[in-house]
């Protein structure tokens, strides 16, 4: 699908068929007419507004350290703007990159008056724009719902800068199943492919640690961190309300305990294009 597809429109209107990944552009387009405050959580009202700001704190804890230097950063699949809005705060070059444009415009507003620059795109990983090349690409809970996360990592190595850096994440299977947003009777897709779809709400493909690393073959991994157990994961219940040092806390001896390690509910990478992709690249 090109860039400002009208299939897109005809989509998200219930006129086209979409291929299954593309199922999730339907719900989205569905959950922000039935639950914008959900959908709008930059909004500090909203009632997941601290949950999604503290595993922004999560994630940064693992990201800051490869994020330094940085002058150009693409956020694929941003949404809302929650990675955008804070790398505009650091004074950064912004590229976002989403197929929902409710979403695009909610960033657009939140981005006012913020230092920092930003340019948007109404596109997807697949049909990625034609960019100067970013020193670093932030894919958040991206590459598990796309079609061919392989073929959208080939066009992030070519929009990354020799040596540039990949900070992604995905869903974990067996976390993502114990989690409370797993979907009443998926237990099938767990126990095979590890492809959940939800026809006309979402399709969410979950990673075991070998297939994600085989994923990320033309990246140098740096950390493949299993995170997310209290915050959106299994033990969130149990949890209760955390302060962002307990949560970072709780989530270091979830992933440190041996019955807890291999329930997280995703994987967070730092990882580097290969220096044998990045001469490909040139
Ligand atoms: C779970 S949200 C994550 C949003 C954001 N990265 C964050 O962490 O807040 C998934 C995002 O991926 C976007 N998306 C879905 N399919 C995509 C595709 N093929 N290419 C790029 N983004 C896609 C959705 O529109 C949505 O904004």
């Given amino acids: 699908m090109e860039p400002g597809d009208p299939r897109l429109v005809d989509l998200l209107r219930g006129e086209a068929a979409p291929t ?7 719900g989205a387009g569905r959950y922000w007419l039935e639950h914008p405050e959900h959908m709008d959580f930059l909004h500090p009202e909203a009632p997941n507004h601290r949950d999604k700001m503290l595993e922004r704190e999560l994630y940064l804890s693992h990201w800051i350290d490869a994020l330094q230097g940085a002058r150009r950063v693409l956020d694929l699949g941003g949404g ?13 070059e912004v590229e976002l990159v989403d197929p929902d444009l409710r979403s695009l415009w909610r960033a657009v507003t939140e981005a006012a008056d913020r230092p920092g620059s930003l340019d948007v795109h109404w596109s997807t990983g697949e049909c990625l724009p034609e960019l100067e090349p970013v020193d670093v690409v932030i894919a958040a809970e991206v590459l598990c719902y796309v079609e061919d996360p392989a073929a ?3 066009r992030v190595a070519r929009v990354l800068r020799p040596g540039g850096v990949l900070l992604c994440s995905v869903e974990a299977r067996w976390g993502w199943a114990m989690s409370q947003d797993v979907h009443y009777g998926t237990i099938d897709a767990f126990l095979g492919d590890g492809v959940v779809h939800v026809p006309g709400d979402r399709w969410v493909r979950t990673f075991e640690e070998a297939e994600l690393r085989a994923l990320l073959a033309d990246f140098d991994i740096e950390a493949l961190v299993p995170t997310h ?3 959106s994961g299994p033990f969130e219940a149990a949890a209760g309300l955390l302060e962002v040092e307990e ?3 709780l989530e270091a001896r979830l992933a440190a305990h041996p019955i807890s390690r291999p329930l997280n509910r995703a994987w967070t990478v730092t990882s580097r294009l290969s220096e044998e992709r990045s001469s490909r690249s040139i």
Avoid: K
Avoid at 20 to 26: G, S, T
């Fill in 229 to 231: 157990y209290a915050l």
């Fill in 20 to 26: 299954d990944p593309l199922d999730n552009l339907v």
């Fill in 80 to 92: 809302v703007g929650r990675f955008t809005t804070w790398l505009l705060d650091q004074g950064l």
């Fill in 247 to 249: 949560a970072l806390a």
């Fill in 152 to 154: 959208v990592l080939s």
